[in-house]
């Protein structure tokens, strides 16, 4: 037998644990001071004139006219060019005022959709925060609530969830049976009419919170809590987006109880799609269980590919996962991108970025179907105000 000569053993005291963790934290603060700028704050991207065209679905050369004609936000001259630049809020003052798209009528509540899928990677949270931004650019109130204690989705919202986030502004105090509904934690955020309720860590304290108070009260529809505390916030947000963690977790099952449509991202990778299979048997599973949950209808069920790679395999999936899931693939493919992973690389979506950051192609291989789905969803909230 070889000897291991001069190789011992190292062993990782709890003590040294603390070290690595204190020591990450350090370089994940100083890596996303340097990323998001200006500090500590993200800023929100600007539009052209052709982009206020587009977003209205107006002509470019009708821009001036149609700014006189309103009385719209007219831009700001760019320095040492004709160009204009329009703010977010400029942007959205457009589409609310020239766009043909649908908005909520007044007597309606707002929506809500969970995203959920219990792979991790899967593109949760950057389809979330990518439809809630594109959908405030379509007009809407949007909220999303992290449910996930990665804070991925606050973070990408522009808020550090272990520099910036205190648990009281986070679900727990509802979770805990402190305040009577969410309304406490909505926070606005850098991008004009989104806001967020941040997670942190903390959120883990919920998977024992939650059965804690099932156990301890007789009758407690522990399942129907977030539907609750959401309630009051439907007459207040057009759609209220929840992102959750890789799990089925009490707070993930909680999200899909709360929730009028899902969103389910799906990459077409054999292991992927078995792992859908197994979430869709287990929720339904449980659901079995769950007195009156039964009757809950939802909207809308969807999958959506994301991270599709043009290849042979995943085109095959692909035919499975058709059979499978059926009307519920509503066909939009998000392909897998490296204008994804630059954006994610500097805690952005796509819709940070006023302008490619690298290849234009690329960019709108990303951006097109983010663009589709929104619309997707917005079609869906649309027809759910009608009934
Ligand atoms: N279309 C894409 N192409 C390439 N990479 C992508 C794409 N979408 C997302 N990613 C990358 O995949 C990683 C996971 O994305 P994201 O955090 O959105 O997934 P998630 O399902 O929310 O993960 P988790 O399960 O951990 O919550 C990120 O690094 C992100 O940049
Ligand atoms: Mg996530």
């Given at each position: 037998m070889m000897e291991n000569q001069g190789v011992s053993l190292s062993q990782v005291s709890m003590h040294d644990l603390d070290d690595l963790a204190s020591t990450a934290a350090d370089v994940l603060a100083q890596v996303r001071d340097a990323m998001v700028e200006p500090h500590p704050r993200k800023v929100a991207p600007t539009f052209s004139s052709a982009a206020i065209a587009d977003l209205c679905g107006v002509d470019k050369t009708q821009v001036k006219y149609l700014a006189q004609k309103h009385n719209l936000p007219n831009g700001q001259k760019i320095e040492g060019s004709k160009a204009k630049e329009y703010s977010l809020e400029d942007a959205i003052a457009w589409v609310m005022t020239i766009g043909k798209r649908p908005s909520r009528p007044e007597d309606k509540s707002g929506k809500v959709i969970s995203v959920c899928n219990y792979?991790?990677?899967?593109?949760k949270t950057s389809t979330t925060v990518a439809i809630a931004q594109a959908l405030t650019l379509r007009g809407l109130k949007v909220l999303v609530i992290d449910c996930d204690g990665q804070g991925t989705a606050t973070q990408l919202i522009g808020i550090s969830p272990e520099q910036d986030v205190e648990i009281e502004q986070t679900i727990m105090p509802y979770i805990h049976g402190d305040e009577p509904d969410l309304r406490y934690a909505v926070q606005s955020s850098y991008w004009h009419n989104l806001s967020v309720i941040p997670a942190s860590s903390g959120l883990l304290a919920a998977e024992f919170a939650i059965p804690a108070k099932a156990m301890s009260q007789r009758g407690f529809r522990f399942w129907e809590m977030l539907k609750t505390g959401i309630a009051p916030l439907r007459k207040d947000f057009d759609l209220i987006l929840i992102d959750t963690s890789p799990s089925l977790s009490h707070l993930t099952v909680n999200a899909m109880i709360a929730a009028d449509g899902l969103l389910m991202p799906c990459p077409p990778d054999a292991l992927d799609f078995a792992s859908s299979v197994q979430f869709w048997g287990i929720f339904s599973e449980l659901v079995d269980g769950l007195p009156d949950a039964k009757e809950k209808r939802y909207d809308f069920i969807s999958i959506i590919y994301t991270k599709v790679q043009a290849n042979e395999i995943s085109r095959l999936v692909k035919t499975w996962m058709k059979q499978a899931y059926g009307t519920h693939i509503n066909g939009i493919e998000i392909p897998d991108s490296t204008a994804a992973r630059t954006a994610s690389a500097q805690l952005k979506t796509i819709y940070d970025l006023s302008k490619p950051d690298g290849s234009a192609e690329a960019y709108r291989r990303y951006k097109d179907p983010l663009d589709r789905l929104a619309d997707y969803v917005l079609d869906q909230l649309a027809l759910g105000w009608r009934q």
């Amino acid at each position: 037998m070889m000897e291991n000569q001069g190789v011992s053993l190292s062993q990782v005291s709890m003590h040294d644990l603390d070290d690595l963790a204190s020591t990450a934290a350090d370089v994940l603060a100083q890596v996303r001071d340097a990323m998001v700028e200006p500090h500590p704050r993200k800023v929100a991207p600007t539009f052209s004139s052709a982009a206020i065209a587009d977003l209205c679905g107006v002509d470019k050369t009708q821009v001036k006219y149609l700014a006189q004609k309103h009385n719209l936000p007219n831009g700001q001259k760019i320095e040492g060019s004709k160009a204009k630049e329009y703010s977010l809020e400029d942007a959205i003052a457009w589409v609310m005022t020239i766009g043909k798209r649908p908005s909520r009528p007044e007597d309606k509540s707002g929506k809500v959709i969970s995203v959920c899928n219990y792979k991790g990677g899967v593109a949760k949270t950057s389809t979330t925060v990518a439809i809630a931004q594109a959908l405030t650019l379509r007009g809407l109130k949007v909220l999303v609530i992290d449910c996930d204690g990665q804070g991925t989705a606050t973070q990408l919202i522009g808020i550090s969830p272990e520099q910036d986030v205190e648990i009281e502004q986070t679900i727990m105090p509802y979770i805990h049976g402190d305040e009577p509904d969410l309304r406490y934690a909505v926070q606005s955020s850098y991008w004009h009419n989104l806001s967020v309720i941040p997670a942190s860590s903390g959120l883990l304290a919920a998977e024992f919170a939650i059965p804690a108070k099932a156990m301890s009260q007789r009758g407690f529809r522990f399942w129907e809590m977030l539907k609750t505390g959401i309630a009051p916030l439907r007459k207040d947000f057009d759609l209220i987006l929840i992102d959750t963690s890789p799990s089925l977790s009490h707070l993930t099952v909680n999200a899909m109880i709360a929730a009028d449509g899902l969103l389910m991202p799906c990459p077409p990778d054999a292991l992927d799609f078995a792992s859908s299979v197994q979430f869709w048997g287990i929720f339904s599973e449980l659901v079995d269980g769950l007195p009156d949950a039964k009757e809950k209808r939802y909207d809308f069920i969807s999958i959506i590919y994301t991270k599709v790679q043009a290849n042979e395999i995943s085109r095959l999936v692909k035919t499975w996962m058709k059979q499978a899931y059926g009307t519920h693939i509503n066909g939009i493919e998000i392909p897998d991108s490296t204008a994804a992973r630059t954006a994610s690389a500097q805690l952005k979506t796509i819709y940070d970025l006023s302008k490619p950051d690298g290849s234009a192609e690329a960019y709108r291989r990303y951006k097109d179907p983010l663009d589709r789905l929104a619309d997707y969803v917005l079609d869906q909230l649309a027809l759910g105000w009608r009934q």
